[in-house]
């Protein structure tokens, strides 16, 4: 008897748990599709389950003491059997009713971690019919993430009573519910496969659920979008506003811009818009709109939507000034590039030309509007080709197509091509960003050219380098020997593999001090090839141990190294020695001669002042009469040592001004005077040989600044000269001239002329040619003008043709700017 009630009542325990869960999920499935009954699922289920729940038990319980009543009264087994079969046949029922289709039963009993499973459950596993327990391990028959979950829930439902409701997909592709409640101090969990209304029921629901989320989602995003956002409804009213758009519209808050249906765009822009709605559904335009009292551009994008429609304003202004300055700017680069005179010529992602500058036009003189064409990569390759103007290719069709990788490449390229004509060009590819490539073209032909005259030039200078008798090295700036020839080794006895491994300017002197130590030298050298600051030409005189004499010169390069040279002077150095000795004897011998000169002059002018002045005593008739015999004597005397006086006086006068002594008086001198004066001295010598005197002088000649004494005396010398050159019967010119700065003399005879090989010679001293002349003197008088002239700050020319006569033009500063003296 116990048995059997224990029976029945584990029975109508599984009972309870079934009418549990379908009471919760009979209210869903007899609404249908209707969203509102589908949100309140969970509230009815639970108020159905309770009521279910009450009924049972209420019955349970009087099945139950009805059945000890009747026992007890009746003291039958029999009726208690029959009782106990009506009350199986009941829970059959009830049973049939659970598992009308196929599902899975688990309850814990409160207090216990050994569930009872009930149900169907190859449902979910086909080979757990006699393992019922295996079903508890999710993992067999669900995905790792549903079983996750699934284990989580039903973790939920144990420990905190939390009920779930799980739709996943088995391992086998079937789509189940999964349900947890608890009920009657169990926690029972329900598992069924979904099929037909109810999986349609289901999938409605979870896609309501995430279609309430992603709503929720967007509204919440409009809101805090920074840009205007509106819809609106059938009749063009605004449905709907964010708070971007109520700032926009000077709006209190979104509710006061829908109400006032306040606009963002004026009448005419919201008119176009309409329209484009009605014909397209779409409209996309760039708009002003004020705001702020301040005029912006937004990009209005609006869309048809069901009856009404939707936009959305974004601020393009601060887009559309960037624009405009990146057009500036690449309008700036393409004059920019226009200006080059490199060849520059961009392809875009498509390969078609998107520009050139005009130099590469010029570069492969290509017309003017087929480039403006936007012709494709290849055809300029092609017509190129024809034209015979880029390099002859074997295979034209595998060269092109490398070419064309740098469509694909990440690094720039670089090239050169020689072309049939004779030209060399450098091209660089350079990948863009934005996709397609830029194209650099520079002729190279003269650069190369330069290259190869160049390195020609650096292996003639080595080899010059190596064959001169200058030892030279180049110390680089970090001290170090870049390069010697084998002059260098040889006159300081080094090895020149020492030497080519780059040695230090250290390690040099260090060897070179054997033939020369001085140290004061070589730190010379040492600062003058690792210096920095005042880099300057160096020279030293090193004599060495050995004999020899070198001339050093250290020399800063541009590249900032030093060049050394080392010259042997040794046999200069002798000669030069020898030659200084000679001109100090010569000048010695000079000196000796000046003085030599001097004192002879002065000794003979003693008494050759005292000859003369007996001479004019004899003459004078208060000492008597001469005989006839004797005045003739007597003017040979006088004449004789007038002469001798004059050489005299040259030569004091020569001497003086050569040891520098010599001092003008300077003052006014009246040119046409001075010539007269001059010309008082020679008015016997013209009468004796029959010449005559022209003088040429301007009225208002005037004067000018300088020694008269001296001027008079120039002039007087040149005069005779011209009278002792002049044949009989001659005649000879004195003429003066001004000009702006000076006042030029000149005195021109009709003599012999004077030859070329003596012209240089006449203004030496005691340098006289007659040249078949009745001229005879000592060969100071053009030296003494020479002298004078000079002493003034003027300068004497000698101008002659042999057989017609000569020319001499003595020229004088006009104002003399300070005393001079001969020194000067």
């Known amino acids: 008897m116990r048995r059997t009630l224990l029976s029945c009542t584990s029975l109508m325990r599984d009972g309870l748990a079934a009418v549990a869960l379908v009471a919760t999920a009979a209210p869903a499935a007899a609404n249908g599709l209707s969203g509102t009954l589908i949100a309140d699922l969970d509230q009815r289920g639970m108020a159905a389950m309770s009521f279910a729940l009450g009924i049972l038990g209420f019955s349970v319980v009087s099945a139950v003491l009805l059945m000890r009543t009747r026992l007890r009264a009746a003291h039958s087994e029999a009726g208690l059997k029959t009782r106990i079969q009506g009350l199986q046949a009941e829970v059959d029922r009830y049973r049939a009713l ?48 549903p079983a996750l979950r699934m284990d989580h829930a039903v973790d939920a439902l144990r420990q905190a009573g939390e009920g779930f409701l799980l739709h996943l997909t088995t391992a086998t592709g079937r789509a189940i519910e999964a349900m947890g409640r608890a009920a009657g101090g169990q926690a029972i969990v ?13 999938e409605m629901t979870v896609r309501y659920n995430e279609l309430a989320a992603e709503t929720q989602t967007l509204r919440g995003f409009a809101a805090a979008a920074p840009w205007p956002m509106w819809a609106r409804d ?34 005419g822009d919201r008119e176009r818009m309409a329209t484009a709605l009605q014909k397209a559904a779409l409209f996309d335009a760039r ?114 197509a490398r070419l064309h990788e740098a ?36 002729d190279v032909t003269e650069s190369l050219d330069l290259a190869r005259r160049f390195d020609g030039l650096i292996r003639v200078q080595r080899e010059t380098l190596d064959s001169l008798g200058e030892a030279v090295a180049v110390f680089g700036s970090n001290g170090r020997a870049q390069l010697f020839n084998p002059a260098f080794a040889r006159m300081w006895n080094l090895a020149a593999e020492a030497l080519e491994g780059e040695p230090h300017i250290e390690a040099v002197a260090r060897w070179c001090k054997p033939l020369f130590d001085d140290e004061a030298t070589w730190r010379a050298l040492h600062s003058a090839i690792t210096g920095i600051e005042n880099r300057a030409l160096l020279t030293l005189k090193i004599e060495r141990r050995d004999g020899s004499v070198l001339n050093c010169t250290a020399m800063p390069l541009p590249d900032g190294a030093t060049m050394l040279t080392f010259q042997d002077i040794t046999d200069t150095e002798n000669v030069e020695r020898a030659l200084r000795e000679r001109n100090e004897a010569l000048e010695a011998a000079d000196r000796m001669k000046a003085d030599f000169l001097h004192h002879v002059s002065y000794e003979l002018r003693s008494p050759l002042t005292t000859i003369i002045g007996f001479a004019h005593l004899l003459g004078d008739s208060s000492t008597g009469p001469l005989l006839p015999k004797q005045a003739e004597y007597l003017d040979y005397i006088t004449s004789s040592t007038d002469a001798l006086l004059a050489i005299i006086n040259n030569i004091l006068d020569l001497a003086t001004i050569d040891a520098g002594a010599m001092m003008l008086n300077l003052g006014p001198v009246d040119i046409r005077k001075t010539i007269e004066a001059a010309a008082e001295g020679i008015q016997d010598r013209l009468a004796r040989d029959r010449i005559a005197l022209r003088i040429d002088v301007p009225a208002q000649i005037g004067s000018f600044t300088g020694d008269e004494r001296r001027v008079v005396q120039v002039l007087y010398n040149l005069l005779a000269n011209a009278v002792g050159f002049s044949p009989h019967d001659a005649a000879i010119t004195v003429s003066a001239r001004r000009t702006d700065y000076s006042v030029v003399f000149a005195v021109t005879d009709s003599g012999p002329g004077i030859p070329a090989e003596v012209k240089d010679k006449v203004f030496d001293w005691f340098e006289s040619h007659a040249n078949g002349s009745r001229h005879r003197g000592a060969g100071l008088g053009l030296s003494l003008v020479r002298s004078f002239v000079e002493l003034h700050g003027g300068k004497v020319r000698v101008d002659s043709v042999v057989g017609r006569g000569t020319t001499v033009t003595c020229e004088f500063p006009a104002e003399q700017a300070a005393h001079r003296n001969a020194a000067e």
Request: charged share 25%; net charge negative.
């Open 98 to 145: 659970l598992f009308v289709e196929p599902q899975v039963l688990i309850a814990w009993p409160a207090g216990s971690d050994r569930p009872q499973i009930s149900g169907d459950v190859s449902l979910l596993m086909a080979d757990a019919r006699h393992q019922p327990q295996r079903v508890l391990a999710f993992g067999t028959w669900l995905p790792p993430e």
């Open 190 to 202: 329900r598992i069924r496969e979904l099929s037909g209304l109810r999986r349609d029921l289901a």
């Open 234 to 267: 059938a009749k063009g009213r605004l449905a709907y506003a964010n708070a971007a758009y109520a700032r926009a519209a000077d709006a209190d808050n979104t509710t006061d811009a829908i109400s006032r249906n306040l606009e963002l765009l004026d009448s």
């Open 287 to 400: 708009l002003p709109v004020v705001i702020g009292g301040e005029r912006r551009m937004f990009d209005v994008h609006a869309l048809k939507v069901g009856d009404g429609s939707a936009g959305i304003a974004i601020d393009a202004s601060e887009a559309a000034s960037l624009r405009a300055a990146v057009q500036r700017m690449s309008e700036a680069h393409r004059r920019t590039l226009d200006q080059l005179s490199s060849g520059v010529a961009v392809f875009d992602a498509e390969r078609r030309l998107a520009f050139y500058n005009d130099s590469y036009r010029r570069l492969w003189d290509l017309d003017r509007a087929f480039l403006d064409g936007g012709p494709d990569d290849s055809g300029i390759l092609d017509r190129l080709r024809a034209t015979r103007k880029i390099p002859e290719q074997p295979d034209f069709r595998a060269w092109k």
């Open 407 to 442: 469509y694909r490449a990440v690094e720039p390229a670089k090239d050169v091509w020689y072309l049939p004509d004779g030209r060399a060009v450098s091209i660089v590819t350079t990948p863009n960003l934005e996709g397609g490539v830029t194209y650099l073209f520079d």
